[in-house]
């Protein structure tokens, strides 16, 4: 079990990483951080109950708080015309890239959840699974679904002169 | 693969994500907001049930005006006749549509009851036909069966007011059924009364609680036995009270003052504040009294602590 006193430490050294996952989730960076210490949070008062290492239950709780936190202000998350990055005109690689960030603030939470933590962490399926509380069956439906909705988008099917 | 963009995409966003300098302290920030929102949270709980409790005395069957003691309803039996713990009904009329009648309120203090019974919800409204016109108006929505009920209780000076003889004429009071059909429409009484009934006029009581509440003793004289009773014993006293009663040669028994005991069916049941105890011939002899034969009984308190009560009779 995790010790109460090793949180600040573990905030310390391990927020970055997971802030990653966090803006990779909500795609802003002030949500980003709203979403990660709020999970933090969370997790202080079921510290001394992890068992193992508290990563990945931090990891569950951000993806989960993320995925069904409805209420909160980046439940409306979605992308505006203006990008953070402004794309060097010509650059088609840093073009097809924001139209999929776009495309992919167009994700119904839950297919994002299920995107980021399977091409970003790198989870298996049962593991994407067991971070967000729902079945393998409902991850492998919710990742094709969302690939699908990619595909099928129409800025990344002109950028590419057709569905991929 | 758009799998593979995707990576490549999730790589290059990340990348230049700044940390926070601050955020272990803003964590801890959180996690005290969050301490003190659930210990809120404990309190609002609290509260939630606490109002919730009230509400429900809120819901139909339960109106505010009900007395602490009164269940909810229903407040009839299936036969229409009047059934509420702590009360009596000497007063019950079915009525089809405006009709006067004559109420006299009780000789002591009483809570009432104003109990109707309907076939369609609507307002029950009981009229003082006096030139101040005082009203009480009953609810009847509380489904029950195939028929509607409805209460309102009344305190004594409401009673007073709503009771009061209204002139020359004898009637004193319309019922005004707020529906079509049958209305049975019942004033009860409480058994008990609003505190301790007056002393009967010209006789003294035998043993007063007021200078004695833990008790005391009296003299009495063994009546003639009739109807297998050997003693009757009378007591005006508030619910609570509790004396046990004896003699040297033996315990006579206990004067309850249960207000829920029905008078209409229990000859010793509280009644306007009295209670009384009826000593069989069989407990009479037990004790070795003899008819005409004089005794001194002790009376112990057993009950609340209270000065409210006192030993009207023996005989």
């Known amino acids: 079990m995790a010790d109460r006193g090793t949180f600040d430490e573990f905030v310390a050294t391990r927020s970055q990483v997971l802030l990653r996952t966090a803006y990779l989730l909500t795609g802003e960076r002030a949500s980003a951080e709203d979403l990660l210490q709020t999970a933090l949070a969370k997790s202080w008062f079921a510290w001394g109950r992890i ?43 840093v073009e097809d890239r924001d139209a999929l960030w776009r495309a992919l603030g167009t994700l119904p939470r839950r297919q994002r959840a299920v995107i980021v933590l399977r091409y970003y962490e790198d989870l298996s399926e049962a593991q994407t699974a067991a971070a967000l509380g729902v079945s393998v069956g409902t991850v492998k439906s919710q990742a094709s679904r969302a690939l699908a909705a990619l595909r099928r988008d129409p800025d990344l099917t002109n950028s590419h002169g057709g569905g991929r | 693969m758009i799998e593979n963009e995707l990576r490549a995409l999730f790589a290059d966003r990340v990348g230049d994500l700044s940390t926070n300098g601050r955020r272990t302290a803003e964590v801890r920030a959180r996690i005290k907001a969050a301490r003190r929102r659930r210990a809120t949270g404990a309190a609002l709980a609290v509260v939630l049930v606490a109002l919730a409790g009230a509400l429900l005395t809120r819901l139909p069957g339960r109106p505010d005006a009900l007395p602490t003691g009164v269940p909810p309803g229903p407040w009839f039996t299936t036969d229409g006749v009047p059934a509420v713990p702590g009360y009596t009904a000497p007063d019950i009329r079915d009525v089809t549509g405006p009709t006067e009648h004559v109420l006299v309120p009780a000789p002591v203090r009483l809570r009432y009851l104003l109990l109707v019974r ?198």
């Open chain 1, 51 to 93: 068992d193992g290492a508290p990563e990945p239950y931090v990891r569950r709780v951000l993806a989960t708080t993320y995925a069904t936190w409805w209420r909160r202000r980046w439940r409306a998350e979605y992308p505006t015309g203006e990008l953070p990055e402004t794309p060097v005109p010509g650059d088609s690689s």
């Open chain 2, 118 to 315: 309907c076939e369609r919800p609507g307002t029950f409204v009981l009229r003082n036909l006096g030139p101040a016109g005082a009203t009480a108006e009953v609810d009847c929505s509380y489904r029950a069966g195939d028929r509607f009920e409805g209460v309102t209780a009344l305190d004594p000076a409401a009673a007073d007011r709503l009771f009061s003889p209204s002139g020359a004429d004898s009637l004193n009071v319309r019922y005004e059924p707020g529906s079509p059909g049958t209305w049975t429409v019942a004033v009860l009484w409480s058994t008990a009364t609003v505190g301790l009934r007056p002393p009967d006029a010209g006789r003294p009581p035998l043993l007063d609680g007021a200078t004695s509440p833990d008790g005391g003793t009296f003299e009495a004289t063994v009546p003639p036995r009739a109807a297998g009773v050997g003693l009757v014993v009378s007591v005006d006293c508030v619910p609570g009270v509790k004396l046990e009663l004896s003699v040297p040669g033996g315990v006579l028994g206990t004067v309850d003052c249960d207000p829920t005991r029905d008078p209409a069916r229990d000859v010793g049941a509280m009644s306007e504040g009295r209670i009384s105890l009826y000593v069989p011939d069989s407990d009479v002899d037990r004790v070795d009294l003899r008819p005409g034969q004089r005794t001194r009984i002790t009376v112990r308190s057993t009950g609340i602590r209270t000065g409210e009560w006192r030993i009207v009779s023996a005989s």
